[in-house]
């Protein structure tokens, strides 16, 4: 079956570092997003990883590993407004995207 | 600016009254999606299209139907609502061919079923 995991919940401080994994198996691989979402709000682009390694984009990096089916989002210099559900998505053999549930991240002062 | 609208934002709706939810998109883009995302979970695919050619997933429930009559409008109808129907419904588009397939959210129809 196809599989997408990801931590429910994490807090964090503001102005400090994070890092959300999420781990995938599916059928075929076409690159792997992530997504933020506000509550209420739709989901809004963030990144995209299709070859190992980290690609760096501001204060949001995101890593990927095929061979072992996972990625992590790194959150630098976190600020309140990055409060929200950041969800993993894999592209599938025919480049539909597979969700993970979403990991919502809480920013304490 | 390019970009996928959603009307109405809000939508209440009473059990097993028919309810339509509609979509927009100026960025031309070729492939639209209708999604259901609950609370917590992960944004769960209804239908989508390539151009007018419809593809229906597998689990999604015969109460759920789709048109799109041209390339920018998607419309999703729901025919007899349940309890279990209420939901947040995102539509998405993409441009079939573009590097990565990104895919653009609107800003999604809450449903409220009473």
């Known amino acids: 079956g196809q599989n997408i995991d990801q931590p429910t919940e994490m807090t964090a401080t503001e102005g400090a570092i994070v890092q959300i994994n999420c781990t995938y198996q599916?059928?075929?691989?076409?690159?792997l997003f992530w997504y933020q979402q506000h509550a209420g709000e739709a989901p809004t682009f963030l990144s995209y990883?299709?070859l190992d390694g980290l690609e760096e984009k501001g204060r949001f990096s995101s890593f990927l590993s095929r061979s072992k089916g996972y990625s992590y989002l790194l959150l630098k210099e976190l600020q309140m407004k990055d409060s929200a559900s950041y969800l993993c998505?894999?592209?599938?053999?025919?480049?539909?995207?597979?969700w993970g549930a979403g990991t919502k991240l809480i920013i304490k002062p | 600016d390019a970009m996928v609208i959603q009307n109405p934002r809000y939508q209440v709706t009473q059990f097993g009254k028919p309810v339509t939810l509609s979509c927009s998109q100026t960025?031309?883009?070729?492939?639209m999606y209708w999604y259901q995302q609950k609370s917590s979970q992960a944004p769960k695919l209804l239908f989508h299209?390539?151009?007018?050619?419809?593809?229906n997933e597998a689990d999604t429930p015969d109460n759920f139907q789709s048109r799109r009559p041209n390339t920018s409008f998607c419309f999703l109808d729901i025919r007899s609502p349940g309890l279990g129907d209420a939901a947040m419904y995102l539509c998405?588009?993409?441009?079939?061919?573009?590097?990565?397939?990104?895919?653009?959210f609107g800003p999604g129809t809450r449903l409220t079923v009473l």
């Open positions: 998405a588009t993409s441009r079939q061919g573009d590097p990565y397939n990104e895919q653009f």
């Open positions: 960025l031309n883009h070729n492939v």
């Open positions: 299209y390539y151009d007018k050619d419809f593809n």
């Open positions: 599916t059928s075929g691989f076409n690159g």
């Open positions: 990883n299709v």
């Open positions: 998505a894999v592209g599938d053999s025919n480049y539909q995207l597979i």
